[in-house]
């Protein structure tokens, strides 16, 4: 079955961390460049860090710093290390290939920053 599971999200008070996981299909991460987006309510899903397979990273300014985004290639998992977190990053975080495929999007998991 191909699918994309996220976990790790939930309520934390500005200035901590969390670490999502995104565990995937081997058929979807073996090849393919994989993102971490986001979205907010009333707000467009964003696009927030990719990682290629050979791990060239890039993030969307607002992150830089404080996110980290990992791939375990043989355990098929795709991770964002979430630090300095601010009220602004409350979202919903869900992950996809970069560009995304609709049939691939999943439940998603709850990010909420207290301030």
């Known amino acids: 079955q191909v699918q994309l599971v996220e976990s790790g999200g939930g309520l934390v008070q500005a200035g901590g961390s969390l670490r999502l996981s995104c565990a995937a299909s081997?058929?979807?991460?073996?090849?393919?460049?994989m993102g971490w987006y986001r979205q907010a309510p009333g707000k467009q899903r964003e696009l927030v860090a990719a990682?290629?397979?050979?791990?060239?990273?890039n993030y969307v300014a607002s992150v830089k710093g404080r996110f980290t985004i990992s791939r375990d290639n043989a355990k098929n998992t795709l991770y964002l290390q979430m630090n300095s977190l601010k009220p602004e990053d409350t979202a919903v975080y869900y992950c996809?290939?970069?560009?995304?495929?609709?049939?691939?999007w999943g439940q998603g998991t709850q990010v909420t920053v207290s301030s």
């Open positions: 996809n290939r970069d560009p995304p495929l609709d049939p691939l």
């Open positions: 081997e058929i979807i991460f073996r090849l393919n460049v």
């Open positions: 990682i290629t397979v050979g791990g060239t990273t």
